[in-house]
């Protein structure tokens, strides 16, 4: 990135602080929430410390870190005082090896690699974030287990979100956990089984609702409810990390834009430079249909978060097209006015300390040299791959 570019990036955007921890009722579910590096830190470790029978967890990245040497060695505690632990982690996203987490099953802990060795099943990535403790209270979101998810803006740890829940939806996670390990222990399951649980999956009570992402025929209960929502929907909040959705979702978006409302809060700064230009590929429909658009710059961003009309979509799904079509994805969506208020009241927290995109502002960027960068970007995100896009990153 040239140094005008990166003035331009940081220019005008106030000084900014993590929100502190809330907690609100929806839905028949107790939710806490947790935007700051710290306080998931600590939510975390409790939710472990806490546990008396069973914990799983099952993460997309876990490193070999401090934060990660600190997890492994709770979890050897607690399977050395007779919890039962299973640990699952997808072995493309995690750099954590079987040396690493062999003390976990020394202590009589259970370790599980999903997609372990080179197949067509490898291709699959398993991007969920889950923590479940007793089959009675749990963790889930958007953070990894790696040094850069707890860490503070001022040290460009990642702005993410983690939610804590209590009470019925409980139970769907771990019934989908179940699923999950059955198929990672099974070194002969093929491809079509889990897309045959991905696409049967239906779990809900009331206004809250589990949806799975994964490689289906036809569209996940995941995919399917965030596109029926946004053809119908009137007034959107989207505080997204990945954002480069289909023509035909965005062209939804663009007429809530023109009926209603859309807010589009999306990263200034990310450790895929292509993702960013991506998305910025798609401002100029979005600007022309009456989207208010800005850039989060203090920190990377990595949180995940819709609000739809009345709806709250959280968890682990980015809104690109490997998170909404081949990723297995974990999002609960909980209809709830007051939830839906208090969440658009943090995206506006976050939007008050970033970067407004106007349309003199977006077409001072759109040099050729940019614009021909920005749809290399999106190319190499929507059709080619993510790892890819991040070794080339295009310069930006």
């Not at 809530?256 to 990263?267: K, T, V």
Request: aromatic letters at 10%; hydrophobic letters at 40%; charged letters at 25%.
């Amino acid at each position: 990135m040239t140094d005008a570019a990166q003035a331009d990036q940081l220019a005008d955007c106030p000084a900014y602080t993590d929100p502190d921890m809330f907690d609100i009722d929806a839905a028949g579910q107790r939710l806490t929430f947790y935007p700051s590096g710290a306080d998931r830190r600590q939510a975390l470790f409790d939710l472990v410390a806490s546990a008396e029978r069973s914990l799983k967890l099952c993460f997309y990245i876990f490193a070999e870190d401090a934060v990660s040497t600190e997890l492994r060695d709770a979890l050897t505690d607690a399977a050395g005082r007779g919890v039962a632990v299973t640990l699952i982690i997808d072995r493309f996203g995690s750099d954590a090896t079987d040396e690493f987490l062999q003390p976990l099953r020394d202590a009589g802990g259970t370790v599980h690699c999903f997609s372990p060795r080179w197949s067509f099943r490898y291709l699959i990535r398993n991007h969920q974030k889950m923590a479940i403790a007793d089959d009675e209270r749990a963790l889930f979101g958007g953070f990894n287990i790696e040094d850069d998810y707890f860490a503070p803006p001022e040290a460009n740890g990642w702005n993410d979100l983690a939610i804590r829940v209590e009470g019925s939806a409980v139970e769907g996670l771990v019934a989908w956990f179940a699923k999950i390990r059955a198929w990672t222990e099974d070194d002969s399951a093929h491809f079509r089984d889990i897309r045959k649980a991905v696409k049967s999956w239906d779990w809900s009570d009331g206004e809250a609702r589990w949806l799975i992402g994964g490689p289906t025929r036809g569209l996940s209960t995941w995919a399917k409810c965030v596109s029926d929502d946004l053809a119908r929907g009137r007034q959107l909040d989207m505080f997204m990390a990945y954002f480069s959705p289909s023509k035909k979702l965005l062209r939804r978006i663009g007429a809530i834009a023109s009926r209603g409302e859309a807010r589009l809060l999306m990263a200034g700064k990310s450790d895929n430079g292509a993702t960013i230009g991506a998305t910025r590929s798609l401002y100029h429909y979005l600007l022309h249909k009456g989207a208010a658009i800005w850039e989060f710059t203090p920190c990377k961003l990595h949180t995940k978060l819709i609000v739809l009309d009345d709806a709250v979509y959280l968890g682990s799904a980015n809104f690109d097209m490997r998170s909404l079509y081949i990723n297995l994805e974990l999002m609960l969506r909980i209809e709830d006015k007051a939830l839906a208020d208090r969440m658009r009241d943090y995206v506006t927290h976050h939007a008050e300390a970033s970067r407004r995109i106007t349309s003199d502002l977006h077409q001072r960027r759109s040099g050729l040299l940019n614009r021909v960068r920005w749809n290399l970007s999106w190319f190499l995100v929507s059709v080619v791959d993510y790892t890819v896009s991040r070794r080339l990153n295009l310069g930006l």
